[in-house]
């Protein structure tokens, strides 16, 4: 990425997708683009109103025609001046016209520049700038309309929340600090220990809301474990709509995982139908159980399959961590059958129970049908939140030691601050924007 003075340059590149379509769009930002409109469209079109224009090139030759938009800095995306030329969707037309610009004094942007140049302008913190690429890259709904929020500041308001009562908090232990000759009092002591209880809480909070979030990013990881013939293959067919895995009467047919996306009230969820757990002296199902193993250590929600026909049999048994729905299938077989508490009965075959098991996988993932509650967070937030929550963690234990107990703050503080961007390396910048697509 562009640094010093390299990042006053003024950039260009094709904002739309890669391949032919109605609209292309080229976005030109940075010092130079009164001169580029002047002389790729003959003029600078008025400030924020679509007006109709040739694109020509340097020799004055008719490129394509459409639609040019001018925004002055600071109001636009980038905060700089700021040109979208929007013509005609085809790739020579688009590469044609960029080449214009590239010849008129603009560089082409690398990935992610633009909305690198927002964050530097203050147009956007750090944790808006990634829920952009976040809004583009949802896989569903609910990720979506998650990433609209953080983009709208929902995220940053809440950090920002945290960071503003660990600023009260440091200022009175500074000013213990300042005169430790003086006796602190029990109201002083007591304050503190309140406050400081009253940020892990809503730290605590916002962790759990992140970390529901983050399931929003990559879908939900449900597992169908159980043993031979329970149904797992037939369950995820008709979860998916259609027939992705093969099903016989023979046992230990499905010898690898096999994954299917779907949505369940807009939330993506990646299903895994496993190999079923048996005893068994076969060398390629004993390689499928281990796979079905590791599936499992790494599940958000796992589906305990069993037979309602054989209720009584002893199920294989196989340890989780993590939330576990039993599922009786086949209950076409059994009229009447009522399963345990908490446990779902469906049949695959025709149906039956699917709507109850599709909103009991959502309640296991912690998530509500609407995820009003959560934050898309990355990886990056998670770590900074539990690295902040550890930090507070040592702060209760170093109350009686005031320099220490004032590090612990400072220390958490740091850490919800590289959030937003109000404490963040160059080389954190470049990574993050580095993964946006060329033209955002």
């Known amino acids: 990425m562009p640094s010093g003075e390299s990042a006053r340059d003024t950039i260009a590149a094709v904002a739309t997708p890669a391949g032919p379509g109605g609209i292309g769009i080229v976005r030109v930002s940075g010092p130079l683009v009164t001169q580029i409109a002047e002389g790729v469209l003959g003029s600078v079109p008025p400030p924020r109103s679509a007006t109709f224009k040739r694109f020509r090139d340097a020799c004055g030759q008719t490129l394509d025609e459409g639609i040019a938009l001018y925004f002055p800095a600071p109001h636009s995306y980038t905060g700089e001046e700021v040109l979208e030329l929007q013509g005609h969707g085809g790739p020579v037309v688009l590469r044609m016209l960029l080449s214009a610009c590239l010849d008129a004094g603009a560089r082409l942007a690398e990935p992610g520049e633009f909305t690198r140049r927002a964050f530097l302008e203050g147009r956007l913190d750090l944790a808006q700038a990634e829920a952009v690429a976040d809004l583009i890259d949802a896989a569903s709904q609910e990720a979506a309309r998650s990433a609209v929020r953080s983009l709208s500041g929902e995220f940053s308001a809440a950090i920002d929340v945290l960071r503003g009562a660990l600023v009260e908090l440091r200022a009175l232990t500074e000013a213990q600090l300042d005169f430790p000759e003086e006796e602190l009092d029990a109201s002083h002591q007591n304050a503190t220990t309140k406050r400081l209880a009253g940020v892990r809480t809503a730290l605590d909070d916002v962790l759990n809301r992140s970390r529901q979030g983050s ?32 099903v016989t009467p023979i046992p230990g047919t499905t010898r690898d995982a096999l994954r299917e996306t779907i949505q369940i009230d807009g939330v993506a969820v990646v299903l895994v139908d496993t190999a079923g757990l048996r005893h068994s002296t076969d060398e390629l199902e004993r390689l499928g159980m281990a796979r079905t193993h590791s599936e499992l250590e790494r599940a958000d929600v796992v589906l305990t399959m069993h037979d309602v026909t054989s209720v009584g049999e002893t199920a294989p048994a196989f340890a989780t961590g993590n939330a576990r729905i039993d599922v009786y299938n086949k209950v076409d077989l059994k009229p009447g059958f009522i399963p345990s ?100």
Do not use: Y
């Open 341 to 440: 508490p908490g446990a779902v009965a469906v049949s695959a075959k025709t149906g039956q129970g699917m709507a109850e098991l599709r909103s009991a996988i959502v309640r296991a993932a912690g998530l509500s049908s609407t995820g009003e509650s959560t934050f898309l967070a990355r990886e990056r937030h998670l770590r900074a939140l539990v690295g902040a929550q550890a930090h507070l963690a040592r702060a209760v234990a170093e109350q009686e030691r005031w320099e220490l107990f004032a590090e612990e703050l400072r220390l958490a503080h740091d850490q919800l601050s590289s959030i937003t961007g109000a404490f963040t390396a160059d080389d954190l910048l470049g990574e993050i924007f580095g993964r946006f697509c060329i033209g955002k």
């Open 215 to 246: 399931l929003l990013r990559s879908g939900v990881h449900v597992v169908l474990a159980g043993a031979p013939n329970v149904g797992k293959s037939s369950l995820l067919n008709r979860l998916a709509g259609e027939e992705r895995a093969i």
